[in-house]
């Protein structure tokens, strides 16, 4: 099976997320830039979850000169967002600007690239720290790491969402970049999450990094290298 055949992946394909995605490619962006076009593509994608996920319901408003309806997102107060560390930081800046007040969770998961990928394309993952708030029925749940790539990472982070979560509105996986195998591990590992990318790449290479992708998140974000 592919990705493809899969109906629970969807691409983020807003005009502003592609122009942003493509300068964070550029391996010319220094690291300034790189961090704030992911604070930027976190906005972006979190309007884009706004306007197709999220209800709208008529509201009575009243102007400073007449009586008029409005429209107004249902849910916005009823929103997890869950930060990957690291490199996820700058992408879940962005998103808090779409939802101000949701709550937060963040999990630190690292890759063990010292030990490699596995015969079945999987690496270690290692999990150093987990706080996540209550998750209720009527949640909004957003698990945000711009770089989705084997998709250990994220298999083993939503183990852990699913422990302290058995009913949610919805469970999104946002992803910058998404490799398909990744995408195809998560997917069938967590039936329940819909995953949301701004781009499907080609490939993985050997040692395990999107290709083209954009190189390594974290460090370019933090300045690691
Ligand atoms: O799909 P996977 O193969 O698991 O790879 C994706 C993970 O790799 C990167 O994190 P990394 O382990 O480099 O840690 P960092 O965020 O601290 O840089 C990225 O931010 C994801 O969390
Ligand atoms: O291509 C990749 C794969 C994992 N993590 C990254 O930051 N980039
Ligand atoms: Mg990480």
Redesign the pocket.
């Known amino acids: 099976m592919t990705i493809e055949d899969r109906d629970d992946a969807y691409l983020i394909t807003h005009a502003l997320a592609t122009d942003t995605l493509s300068r964070l490619r550029d391996v010319e962006t220094e690291q300034v830039a790189f961090r704030k076009g992911l604070v930027k593509l976190g906005r972006i994608c979190g309007y884009e979850i706004i306007d197709g996920a999220m209800e709208t319901e008529y509201v009575p408003v009243e102007t400073p000169l007449a009586e008029t309806t409005g429209e107004r997102v249902k849910g916005l107060d009823d929103v997890v967002i869950i930060n990957?560390?690291?490199?996820?930081t700058p992408f879940v800046e962005g998103l808090l600007k779409a939802f101000p007040r949701a709550k937060q969770g963040v999990i630190s998961?690292?890759?063990d690239e010292a030990a490699g990928m596995n015969e079945d394309g999987e690496?270690p993952?290692t999990i150093d720290y987990v706080k996540l708030p209550e998750i209720r029925s009527a949640d909004t749940v957003i698990v945000a790491?711009?770089?989705?790539?084997?998709?250990?990472?994220?298999a083993a982070v939503l183990d852990h969402v699913l422990d302290e979560a058995d009913d949610f509105e919805d469970l999104f996986v946002l992803s910058a970049v998404s490799a398909p195998a990744?995408l195809l591990r998560v997917s069938e590992a967590v039936p329940e999450a819909d995953l949301l990318t701004v781009a499907i790449d080609d490939r993985l290479d050997d040692d395990?990094f999107i290709v083209p992708g954009l190189g390594?998140?974290?460090?370019r974000a933090f300045r690691t290298v």
Do not use: E, H, N
């Not at 990957?84 to 996820?88: E, F, G, N, P, Q």
């Not at 390594?216 to 460090?219: F, H, L, Q, W, Y």
């Open positions: 990957v560390l690291r490199a996820a998961a690292g890759r690496f993952i790491d711009p770089m989705l790539a084997t998709g250990s990472t994220m990744g395990g390594d998140a974290g460090d």
